[in-house]
């Protein structure tokens, strides 16, 4: 019996107050998860050109920015996974919703490079408090029970934040070029502020538990260490950590190796583009598998497709249907994890360290996340794309075989 099999507690499930609140918490959130994704991690790279020009920096210099913000975020992940577990979301996802407002509206005033850097990482700490880690958290504390509740939940947050890119890329393209960079930062600011401090402060709340001794620190912590002394926790950190950042490169080079294969810019851009929505559909697809089949064994086959697609993509890519067939075969893992990764560690590990041990996963997979890029682009410099492409379909099939290991175990 796993550690989630154990555990009795009420479930969320029902049409009563508490499950109705729930389903407020998870409508609240998918707003929040859509805007602060749109805000503070999508919009910089329409602010990336303008940025570089007004501070007379280069595009790898204002990048750093953005680099630096992920790598923070990655280190805050553990201790913001603990707070998470002792406190619940209400108080950390309201402070990390001021310090992002707050954060981004000193982001529009910023003069020089050390100012850009410390602002943003003002905003790797909120990313911390605020995104996808700490919204699943909340949500596995209302939809505790059996059944599809929370699984359902969890789909209907990143279907909905999915669309953050879509929303967010031309709003701010348009700000921008309406009102100048600086005043549509402000513009975001407020905007984020508005709907996030509030959701957060008055929506997020923890569930009333009945009928159960609630777990103490120091049982939680007991749970952590034994959970991270053993082999299937290590899996999932490899197989999360390598798709993570095999996903990061491909969206941060694939308009640039589109563009190198001869397509032009235009085609390039739309089928990158096509990755939000694919995301959304490799989810959907995804969750609707779970119902019959392992998700372990879901995920590393859905992660030996993407491996396929991107060592096609130089075979193949040079055509548009061939560029359309690796961008899709990519596209469809490409959310997937969001959802995975929560199953799994519930499914073996229970809710009581849930935050604690999703805090310690993403450590290393945002990581990557963020130094995947900067590796994949002096790897093309010094020996060409398709060395990249190789990369990135050798991490999906370790993502793949990590998993398949991880079933077995």
């Not at 998860?33 to 749109?38: D, E, F, H, K």
């Not at 209400?90 to 850097?117: D, K």
């Not at 560690?345 to 604690?356: D, E, P, Q, V």
């Not at 410099?381 to 379909?393: F, H, I, R």
């Amino acid at each position: 019996m796993t550690a989630a099999e154990a555990e009795h507690r009420p479930s969320a499930g029902g049409d009563d107050a508490p499950a109705r609140h729930g389903r407020r918490v998870v409508a609240a959130l998918a707003v929040t998860q859509t805007i602060g994704y749109g805000v503070l991690y999508y919009a910089f790279s329409v602010f990336l050109t303008p940025m570089a020009a007004d501070l007379h920096a280069t595009g790898t210099q204002i990048t750093a920015a953005l680099t630096g913000s992920i790598l923070i975020a990655a280190l805050c992940a553990p201790l913001v996974g603990r707070l998470l577990d002792a406190h619940g979301g209400r108080g950390l996802m309201t402070t990390g919703s001021v310090i992002g407002a707050l954060a981004v509206l000193a982001w529009s005033r910023v003069e020089n490079l050390p100012q850009l850097y410390a602002v943003f990482a003002a905003i790797g700490i909120a990313c911390a408090m605020v995104l996808y880690e700490s919204a699943f958290a909340v949500i596995v504390s209302w939809f505790d029970g059996p059944g599809h509740g929370r699984a359902n939940a969890l789909l209907a947050l990143t279907v909905v934040a999915g669309f953050a890119s879509t929303v967010f890329l031309p709003l701010t393209g348009l700000l921008v070029d309406s009102y100048g960079w600086r005043t549509a930062l402000v513009i975001l600011a407020v905007i984020y502020a508005a709907a996030a401090i509030p959701l957060h402060a008055l929506v997020v709340r923890r569930p009333a538990r009945t009928g159960h001794r609630p777990v103490t620190t120091r049982e939680r912590a007991e749970i952590v260490r034994a959970a991270t002394r053993r082999r299937p926790f290590w899996l999932l950190v490899i197989a999360f950590t390598a798709n993570g950042g095999a996903a990061a490169v491909m969206s941060v080079l694939l308009i640039t190796y589109l563009i190198h294969l001869g397509h032009s810019p235009v085609l390039a851009a739309t089928l990158a583009g096509l990755l939000g929505v694919l995301s959304v559909t490799g989810r959907l697809l995804t969750a609707g598998l779970q119902r019959r089949l392992p998700a372990d064994l879901i995920a590393a086959a859905i992660f030996t497709l993407q491996g396929v697609a991107a060592a096609l993509l130089p075979l193949a890519g040079r055509t548009v249907p061939g560029a359309v067939g690796c961008v899709l075969g990519f596209g469809l893992g490409f959310g997937i994890a969001s959802i995975t990764l929560p199953h799994l560690l519930l499914r073996r590990y229970g809710t009581s360290a849930y935050a604690s041990l999703s805090g310690r996963v993403a450590a290393f997979s945002v990581a990557d996340k963020a130094l995947a890029p900067l590796g994949a682009v002096a790897l093309a410099q010094a020996a060409g794309y398709t060395w990249v492409m190789a990369a990135v379909a050798v991490a999906c099939a370790v993502a793949a075989l990590a998993l398949v290991a991880y079933h077995r175990t």
